[in-house]
């Protein structure tokens, strides 16, 4: 059951919901969309959107109204790591920015969360930070957002990716390669909690996006196991291509399978004429940041999370 938190101040309505209607899942979308126009970057991460649909264990929606009824924020709160804190990312209208609505949401993240929380500032903006230093929050984490020049293949600097003794690529076939890239995916970043614990769920979800091409899904195999694989993303109206995930199982790595990968799809992304390709990686993965940066990639901005202290 939904539910709902009033403030007694009357200059805003919070509610904290387990479910959105298609109707609110609209208006949060409009409200990301519009607050991106403005700022040059989504504050709510492609994982949000997607879990703003339908009933989510561990998921919990706030909005916040103005007495005209008017969205004028909105905040998830996600509680689905065994181990870390709750996870949230927010959003407040441009237009009703400074009227303590992102405050509100912040104060009852952490009260939903019992003051052990994480929350995403996308872009790193002034505004954000001063929030989380009302909050009581600190810095601890930076993610890059990395780009690099696509141009004519001729132009990309790669030679011809060449695998493994054994290994072949080919595209992800939906529905027969679901397990198995799930299972690649989990061995590959077992170490990192929100990726390595996708779910058939979550892969069905990016499966259902607009921009889900299986010809810029692409797999390595070794014996008919998949142990290695390069997802790349379109962002069409952006004309960015991403490397969106390049992982490779533990028992493959080191013999450069990473890296071609990472070829292949940068060629793919060239080939469907983008001119610039992006991608995230942690800013304390000193060695990814490295390999990154000699393939010609370069700080672009930077998203910063925050924490209650430990």
């Known amino acids: 059951m ?48 997607l879990q703003l649909r339908g009933r989510r264990e561990g998921v919990r929606h706030l909005a916040v109204r103005e007495p005209s009824g008017e969205l004028v924020g909105y905040a998830q709160l996600e509680d689905t790591d065994p181990v870390e804190a709750p996870a949230a990312e927010l959003v407040v209208h441009p237009g009703h920015r400074g009227q303590g609505h992102g405050r509100a949401l912040g104060v009852t ?61 080919r595209t992800f076939r939906p529905g027969v390669d679901d397990a198995g890239w ?10 990192h909690p929100e990726q390595g614990s996708l779910t058939q769920r979550d892969l069905d979800d990016r499966k259902g996006e607009p921009w889900f091409d299986p010809e810029g899904f692409f797999l390595a195999e070794r014996g008919g196991e998949i142990v290695g694989f390069h997802w790349t993303k379109v962002h069409a109206e952006e004309r960015l291509g991403e490397v969106y995930v390049v992982g490779v199982r533990p028992d493959a790595q080191g013999g450069g399978l990473g890296k071609a990968l990472t070829s292949i799809g940068l060629r793919h992304l060239a080939a469907r004429g983008l001119p610039t390709a992006m991608l995230y990686v942690d800013a304390d993965n000193f060695a990814a940041v490295a390999v990154y940066e000699r393939l010609g990639f370069v700080t672009h901005e930077t998203d910063l999370m925050y924490r209650t202290e430990t």
């Open 2 to 49: 939904n539910d709902v938190v009033n403030e007694t101040s009357g200059a805003r309505r919070l509610d904290v919901l387990e479910e959105l209607t298609s109707a609110e899942v609209e208006g949060v979308l409009r409200l990301i969309a519009e607050s991106a126009r403005a700022d040059g970057q989504q504050a709510v991460s492609e994982q949000g959107r």
């Open 182 to 191: 799930l299972a690649a995916n989990a061995a590959a970043f077992a170490h």
């Open 109 to 169: 993240l952490l009260r939903e969360s019992g003051k052990r929380l994480r929350i995403w500032a996308h872009g790193g903006h002034a505004s954000a930070r001063h929030l989380a230093q009302v909050l009581g929050l600190t810095l601890f984490r930076e993610l890059r957002q990395m780009r690099r020049p696509l141009g004519s293949l001729a132009e990309l600097g790669f030679p011809e990716p060449t695998f493994p003794e054994g290994v072949t690529v």
